[in-house]
Structure formats: structure tokens, C-alpha cells
């Protein structure tokens, strides 16, 4: 691979990771655990997602424009490279959504100076969800969805793959720097059943949206084993595979042994099975986050 273009494969992967935390953390704020807004744990996931998404991006839109004009990744700042990036329907969208992560800082300073009174005030749900919606959906804009037949049916199946990533994975970051290493009983017993439902339900989303863009994009058996974009597909999907068996370990800790947790007041030997399962969760997307990259940077006839 190119060096330029290895640089932009690390750029997507460090935008689809600000996203799915970003993203993610402020549903799981916003919807199990308002409190959660206060605690450092939490903040640091929506800073970092926050960080790594604006950088990703903005990186992102100068290492495409070097990549299509064959110069080095060192050029990416070049003026006169942003200039022709912005000409062209990739560099439009992608400069609107560096404005969308810019107003997502608004978002975010409001909820670190409010706390939980934002996460349960309406308009701050409202632009919250206004910007995770376009950030959700100029990602879509600059993939394969819009180059196949049925270009809304795939758009509307990649706009669904990632809300259910970005709920299922910055849910897993919450839950993992927030509520696990509080090990509150009382936080515990109310909001590790919630998202292990809202968890479920991203990973049934997550499951037949893929189907769903793979059919339309790969389009036949014989190219996912003949090319090296459905290759690198079977990667992504053995890694789900077991990440998703974590994922069982996690949700049999919760219906056999959260019960007794919470009556040893959150005790640590009791949590840390669960602690590191999720973890291990949490570690391994980061590898799907990375065969993601190269998908959407890849030709699927190649």
C-alpha cells in the first residue's frame, strides 16, 4: 500500500473511532445514565471521541486530496490541495462535516459545564441528536452506498450500520471508563440491564444493515473469496464474529452474577470478569474499526 494512502486508511479509523464514541457516549448519557454527565470517566470518552473525530476528519479531507493527486502524505496541508479537495464532492462534504464536529463542541462544553442538567434538557437533546444525525450521514455520503443500484436502499442500510456501531460501541466506552469503574451497586443494577438490551438490539441493527450493504455492494459469492475487498470483508466479519462471542460472556455475567454484585456493594473480585469482557469487547472493535477503513478506501470489484 502506498504511503499516502495507508496514511488515509489511519485517518478513517481515527474518524470512525471519534464517531462511534462520540456518537455513542451522548446516547448512553442522554438515555441510561443522565448522571453519568458529571463523572470524569464518561467526559473523557465524549473529549476523546470529540478529539480523535475533528482530527480524523480534517486530516482525513487533506491525505484524500493527496491520494488523488498522487502526492506525498507530507503535502496534506497544502493550500493548494485543500483548494482542489473543496472542489470536489468529497471535499464539500467532508468540510461541512468538520462544521458539524465543530458545533458538536458546542454541544459537548454544554454538557461538561451542565452536567446532568443538559443531558435531560430537551434542547440540548435536540441539537445533540441534530448533529449526530449529519455526522452519521456525511459518512455515509462519501462511501460504496452511493455507488450501488439502489443507492437509498444502501444509504439507508449505512446509516443504520453506524448508529448501531457507534450506540453499541460508545455505549461499551461509557460503560467501560464510566460505570464499571465507579462500581456504584446502585448505578450498576439500573443501567448495566438497560444497555445490555440497547445493546442487543445495535448488534441486530449493526447484523442486517451489514447484510444488507455487503448483498449491494459485493454483490456475489464468488467475489467475496475472489477479491481482496471481500477478503478483508471475511476479516471484519471473523473479528465481529469474536467479538460477539464477548459480547454472550458479557450478557450471561449480567443475568447470572450482576444480582450478586449488587449485594456485595459492587465488589471488585465479583465485577471483574464482566470488566474484562468488556474490555476485550472494547479492544477488538478497535480491529473492526480498522477493516472499515480499508473497505470504504477499497474498490469492490478489486
Given amino acids: 500500500?502506498?504511503?499516502?494512502k495507508a496514511w488515509y486508511v489511519l485517518a478513517r479509523t481515527v474518524d470512525y473511532a471519534g464517531l462511534t464514541l462520540f456518537a455513542g457516549g451522548l446516547l448512553f448519557l442522554a438515555v441510561l445514565w443522565p448522571a453519568?454527565?458529571?463523572h470524569r470517566g464518561a467526559r473523557a470518552v465524549l473529549v476523546t471521541g470529540w478529539v480523535l473525530g475533528l482530527l480524523g476528519t480534517l486530516a482525513g479531507l487533506g491525505l484524500q486530496a493527496a491520494w488523488a493527486a498522487q502526492r506525498p502524505p507530507g503535502d496534506f496541508l497544502a493550500w493548494d490541495?485543500?483548494?482542489?479537495?473543496l472542489d470536489s464532492q468529497f471535499g464539500r462534504i467532508w468540510f461541512a462535516r468538520a462544521l458539524l464536529w465543530l458545533l458538536g463542541g458546542v454541544v459537548l462544553a454544554w454538557l461538561l459545564q451542565?452536567?446532568?442538567d443538559a443531558a435531560t434538557a430537551l434542547p440540548w437533546r435536540v441539537g445533540a441528536g441534530a448533529i449526530?444525525?449529519?455526522?452519521l450521514r456525511t459518512t455515509g455520503l462519501t462511501g460504496h452506498a452511493v455507488e450501488s443500484t439502489r443507492p437509498w436502499l444502501t444509504q439507508l442500510a449505512d446509516f443504520a450500520h453506524l448508529a448501531g456501531a457507534s450506540a453499541w460501541i460508545g455505549g461499551l466506552a461509557v460503560l467501560l471508563f464510566g460505570v464499571l469503574a465507579r462500581r456504584?451497586?446502585?448505578e450498576l443494577a439500573s443501567v448495566i440491564p438497560r444497555y445490555s438490551k440497547l445493546a442487543m438490539t445495535s448488534v441486530a441493527v449493526v447484523v442486517a444493515a451489514g447484510v444488507v450493504l455487503a448483498w449491494q455492494t459485493v454483490g456475489s459469492v464468488g467475489r467475496v473469496f475472489g477479491t481482496s475487498y471481500g477478503q478483508t470483508l471475511l476479516v471484519k466479519l471473523g473479528v465481529l464474529a469474536v467479538v460477539l462471542l464477548a459480547a454472550q460472556f458479557s450478557r450471561r455475567w449480567v443475568g447470572r452474577r450482576l444480582d450478586f454484585a449488587v449485594v456485595l456493594r459492587g465488589d471488585a473480585g465479583t465485577v471483574r470478569p464482566f470488566v474484562h469482557s468488556v474490555a476485550a469487547e472494547t479492544t477488538l472493535v478497535l480491529v473492526v474499526l480498522l477493516a472499515a477503513s480499508f473497505l470504504v478506501t477499497a474498490s469492490p470489484g478489486r
Avoid at 500500500?1 to 499516502?4: D, N
Wanted: glycine share 22%.
Fill in 114 to 116: 451542565r452536567g446532568r
Fill in 36 to 38: 453519568g454527565a458529571g
Fill in 132 to 135: 449526530l444525525v449529519g455526522l
Fill in 184 to 186: 456504584d451497586p446502585e
Fill in 81 to 85: 490541495l485543500l483548494g482542489q479537495a
Fill in 1 to 4: 500500500m502506498e504511503p499516502v
